[in-house]
């Protein structure tokens, strides 16, 4: 299935104390091409995170958002700092005695005093971060997949529709081509009779000057070329493979045809025409960057 390189996919799960988010999102780019934003303390899932997205992603601007917050306080150990409070104690009551005054000093005015308290992340389970960070991933990779084959069939649609405006026009020029050749005869006829005032014409000759002519202008190779690569356009379409850089080769090469087509003509219907096509297959052009 046609996928596009636009899409945007999320997932968000409570696992194991933890509540994580991740989204993705993606712009057309000529390559793959891979950003995050996750938090420092967990980048070692980064490069395992790059590896899962491109297995399912061939090409485009890839941007990854991973958010990962301990709701249960698991991520942290509170210790008492008992050497600064042993140093406090000492000091206050060395005090109070020094001074006279009563020594009132409980637990709950001591732990109002800076640095009593040591507060240490405890050591991630890394394996599990993983394990719960790829599971969220999956969803949210199941989604921007769902949402790029969606947009690629939008695009399949459209670019099926100029091609076949395309095909009708180059049937057109078929059309057209061999009357250019009829219309150059008669002219050429009328001139050499304005020439000659009423002798004998060569009819031979014009009859050569018309081959001739015909052979300048002929384009029948480039519409038979231009219908293959229609052809294989429609083709491709249906193709389960990334095709975005062969989509892009194949309407420069329909482009070439038209252009030689358009170098050729000598007929004001088939310049228009010309102008037409060349129209569509920038608007193809357009569309198939968008393409996977």
Not at 111 to 121: A, H, M, R, T
Not at 243 to 269: C, H, P, W, Y
């Amino acid at each position: 299935m046609l996928k596009s390189m636009t899409g945007y996919g999320r997932a968000q799960k409570i696992l194991n104390g933890r509540d994580i988010l991740v989204e993705i999102r993606s712009v057309n780019h000529r390559y793959y091409e891979y950003s995050s934003r996750i938090p420092r303390t967990y980048n070692y899932i980064d490069e395992k995170l790059k590896g899962l997205l491109k297995q399912k992603i061939s090409r485009g601007k890839i941007d990854v958002n991973v958010t990962i917050n301990n709701i249960e306080g698991k991520d942290t150990e509170i210790a008492i700092n008992k050497g600064a409070a042993l140093g406090y104690i000492s000091a206050l009551r060395g005090a109070a005695a020094e001074l006279g005054v009563e020594d009132d000093l409980t637990l709950s005015k001591l732990i109002k005093l800076p640095d009593i308290f040591n507060v240490q992340k405890t050591p991630d389970d890394e394996e599990q971060v993983w394990k719960d960070v790829e599971e969220v991933a999956f969803e949210a990779i199941e989604k921007f997949v769902e949402m790029r084959s969606v947009e690629g069939e939008k695009l399949r649609s459209d670019v099926l529709e100029k091609t076949q405006l395309i095909l009708e026009m180059v049937t057109e020029v078929e059309r057209l081509s061999p009357k250019t050749v009829e219309n150059y005869r008669e002219r050429l006829f009328r001139k050499l009779s304005d020439i000659l005032d009423g002798k004998d014409i060569d009819q031979q000759r014009i009859l050569t000057e018309a081959a001739v002519f015909a052979e300048k202008i002929a384009v029948d190779e480039e519409t038979v070329r231009l219908r293959s690569h229609i052809s294989q356009l429609r083709d491709m379409m249906d193709s389960k493979d990334p095709i975005g850089r062969k989509l892009d080769f194949l309407v420069q090469e329909m482009n070439r045809e038209v252009n030689t087509i358009g170098s050729k003509a000598q007929d004001l219907e088939i310049t228009k025409l010309v102008v037409e096509m060349k129209a569509e297959l920038e608007k193809i052009r357009e569309q198939i960057q968008n393409i996977e």
